[in-house]
């Protein structure tokens, strides 16, 4: 199973909006409405943002949305802050009843 | 709420065995999927399998299979990732992380870091 693909690094300055896309195949991305964002800060543990393609668990900022469309899931981060300087990470079910992680990309904020 | 107390970092010799434990307080062990999932140095995320601990059933990585165990105990609450034949590739950061709903890891352990080197 290959990674899902990440662009390397997205950047933004304080208060636009960015936009993270995650390409797959109709075998996880495209088959499936289990599209998961997680970001992480370094020397930390992942942190759920997004599940089910676009559902944001309680406590997390509705400035992060996601969407998919085909193969491909986003993830936008509108109102950029410092604190989302982080590495961003997408996941989904695979038709093997497994799962995959994207490259992950990170993000800057200029 | 729920939280994960993985076991203290490894260092190995290739062709060892390392086995890392997850611990899970709250009352939730035996209705939600268990995932486990590395990092090597400066890379991104890498699934290696799920458990669900309420039947012990598992799921493993293709990549992984064969050398990847993943079992639990349930009166300590604790799931267990065994990885076998190691090499200096399999040097990494790993996480256990709940998944209540299995597509949803809501919940990360801290990580152990696993070194092989000879």
């Known amino acids: 199973q290959s990674a899902l693909t990440q662009p390397a690094s997205v950047s933004g300055s304080p208060g636009q909006s960015i936009t993270i896309s995650c390409t797959g195949t109709?075998?996880?991305?495209?088959?499936?409405?289990?599209v998961s964002w997680y970001h992480q800060h370094p020397g930390k543990a992942p942190k759920l943002l997004i599940y089910?393609?676009?559902s944001r668990p309680s406590g997390v900022s509705n400035r992060f949305s996601g969407s998919k469309s085909g193969n491909t899931a986003s993830l936008t981060i509108s109102g950029l802050q410092a604190e989302d300087e982080a590495d961003y990470h997408c996941?989904?079910?695979?038709?093997?009843?497994?799962?995959?992680f994207g490259t992950g990309t990170k993000v800057t904020v200029l | 709420q729920v939280q994960l107390v993985q076991s203290g970092a490894e260092v190995k010799k290739p062709g060892a065995s390392v086995k890392v434990s997850c611990k899970a307080s709250?009352?939730?062990?035996?209705?939600?999927?268990m995932h486990w999932v590395r990092q090597a140095p400066g890379q991104g995320l890498e699934w290696m399998g799920i458990?669900?601990?309420?039947?012990?059933?598992?799921n493993y990585a293709q990549k992984l299979q064969g050398r990847v165990t993943m079992t639990r105990e349930k009166s300590t609450s604790t799931v267990y990732m065994e990885l076998s034949s190691l090499r200096s590739e399999d040097t990494a950061v790993y996480f256990c992380?709940?998944?209540?709903?299995?597509?949803?890891?809501?919940?990360w352990g801290q990580g152990t870091l696993v070194t092989v080197s000879s």
């Open positions: 992380a709940r998944a209540p709903f299995k597509a949803r890891l809501d919940c």
């Open positions: 109709s075998n996880d991305v495209g088959g499936y409405d289990y």
């Open positions: 996941s989904s079910y695979t038709s093997s009843s497994t799962f995959v």
């Open positions: 709250g009352n939730t062990f035996t209705s939600d999927y």
């Open positions: 089910d393609v676009s």
């Open positions: 458990i669900n601990p309420s039947t012990g059933s598992t």
